[in-house]
């Protein structure tokens, strides 16, 4: 499977009377996107706004941030199953809209996460601090239910990362990039010096606001399958998850994530990467059981060498990432963890809630405990009312300056599990 | 079908389930609704649902509700394992705020509900 990846950079974004385009600027017709947004009979309305890179402006409570792209002469679309008919992704040409995001906002339960900081100190430890950011906050009626709430949201995301995708058809862009993965016997054959390594992402899937979609399929309900690497790259998992901010994977991270962007570019160098396999995180014991017993089946069919194995969330997900790692090693498949730390404010605390001596190759995305100070913002989208209330902030962690103490937790992708992020032992 | 147990501090839980399950329902903490599993572990009880709710963490949410199988004869010493090392997490990260908005409440406890359900479709 070959999938073409058309990037157009985009360095700024206004508001316009007509969407499109032009010189690397992307201009949006509010009213139009509002009345594409508005279709959704359960949105009362939604407030636009554009945050830059550099602007004193503070996003809170975040939901989910997307990369707008469209598929180009394509029987498949993006985001397959849910806005987009079913037909399989990962092939072909797409369209990226780089150096943008669409981020959503608004109030869903009484509990909130997420500060992205556009600039100042908290700007540093979020990767959308660095994207052009159309924000919409979306306001439900009162007798919504958190469900459909949650839905509608999600749902006005996804319509709106499509509809500014739409503005790049035709539009030649500035670098393509191609990766291909080949059928596996094929890919075996091509590269047999190579050792083979496979990915199995861990995918949030617990109930409300705790959810993952697949090809539209809610996650939980799915049994570990095979993906190529390329499905990913192109839309087929989508993220319905709003906790924990800093370890959640955004619909943003699923499109663009880093794990397979570097096993590609290790892919015909050091190793020989064949494939995916996606699992999921579940509640009831027997799930946790079965769904790592066939990912460590479905990594030992494929013959691989080496697994990485990333997971999404803390606490209960830790007893499937070591489920996971222990049932894939006592197959003699090397594994290497990614993960992220509670591990208190010193950081001299237990990092996670389970353990096993199999997981002797752990990567870390930080952690989550550890205190930050933000700068006051001269602006703030959504409700600053919640920064004391969301995970990592705390009551009393306002100062009078308005400057606020919180956990690393607070921010969108701080810890991230895939390794996008900017945190490293050394400074890079 | 083995004989099983809700326990829980989450009173959506207690009145959805309370007619057709046995239930455990106490008037207490989070850290309380794992101790009162433990009991039960040390006492052959199987946990069924894992002690830590999702990315929630024991400082945020107030409520937990589990799910036990009873009468066991040995003592399941993967449950004493999960058990164990979940209530030193919640040890670890201490109690949620006191004062809490009647909001805030109200869907940490849907939530929890909502998790559970899933569970529940299941068995």
Known sequence: ?428 | MEQTMIITNNPKVNEKYHDSKTVKFLEGTYLDVLLAARNIVHKGGVLLTHPLSSSLKPNETPYKSLLVAQNKEEVDLKSIDLIENSIATAQKFGSHPKEMAIKKREDYKLIDLDLFDHVMDKI
């Open chain 1, 1 to 428: 499977m070959r999938l073409e990846l058309n990037y157009i950079t985009i360095n700024e974004m206004q508001f316009s009377s007509m969407s499109k385009i032009h010189n690397q600027t992307l201009l949006i017709n509010k009213k139009e996107l509002e009345d594409l947004i508005l279709k959704d009979e359960h949105i009362q309305s939604v407030e636009l706004d554009i945050a830059r890179p550099g602007e004193s402006v503070r996003i809170t409570p975040v939901k989910d941030v997307l990369e707008p792209r469209i598929k180009e002469q394509s029987s498949s679309g993006v985001f397959p199953g849910v806005i987009s008919g079913v037909e399989t992704v990962g092939s072909g040409r797409t369209n990226v809209l780089k150096g943008v995001a669409v981020v959503t906002s608004g109030r869903i339960v009484g509990f909130q996460e997420g500060i992205i900081d556009m600039s100042g100190e908290g700007a540093k430890y979020t990767p959308f601090s660095e994207t052009v950011n159309l924000v919409m906050t979306c306001h439900c009626h009162d007798s919504i239910k958190a469900h459909e709430h949650e839905k509608a949201v999600r749902y006005a995301g996804l319509r709106a990362a499509e509809y500014l995708g739409k503005l790049s058809i035709g539009i030649e862009g500035d670098s393509l990039e191609t990766y291909e993965t080949l059928p596996l016997l094929q890919s075996v054959s091509h590269y047999p010096e190579l050792p083979k390594v496979a990915y199995v992402q861990m995918l949030q899937s617990q109930g409300l606001l705790h959810d993952t979609y697949v090809y539209g399929v809610d996650a939980k309900h799915i049994l570990p399958t095979l993906l190529y690497p390329t499905e990913l790259m192109d839309g087929a998992i989508i993220s319905g998850n709003c906790v924990s901010a800093c370890d959640k994977n955004t619909t943003y991270h699923h499109q663009n994530n880093c794990v397979i962007q570097d096993l590609f570019k290790q892919h015909g160098k050091e190793i020989n990467f064949v494939g995916v396999v996606i699992t999921n995180e579940n509640v009831y014991l027997a799930d946790k059981e079965r769904s790592s017993d066939w990912t460590a089946k479905l990594v030992e069919y494929l013959g691989v060498d080496g697994v990485i194995i990333s997971q999404e969330g803390f606490g209960n997900p830790d007893t499937d990432l070591i489920m996971n790692c222990r049932k894939i090693e006592s197959k003699g498949i090397d594994t290497v963890i990614i993960t992220d730390e509670y591990a208190g404010r010193d950081g001299a605390s237990q990092s996670l809630a389970d353990a096993h001596q199999s997981a002797d190759a752990v990567v870390t995305g930080g952690n989550a405990n550890e205190l930050i100070v933000l700068d006051p913002m001269k602006k703030t989208i959504g409700h600053i009312e919640y920064v004391e209330k969301i995970a990592g902030g705390f009551n009393g962690n306002i100062n009078e300056n308005g400057s606020i103490v919180v956990e690393l937790q607070a921010i969108i992708g701080s810890t991230n599990e895939l390794g996008f992020g900017k945190l490293s032992a050394k400074d890079i």
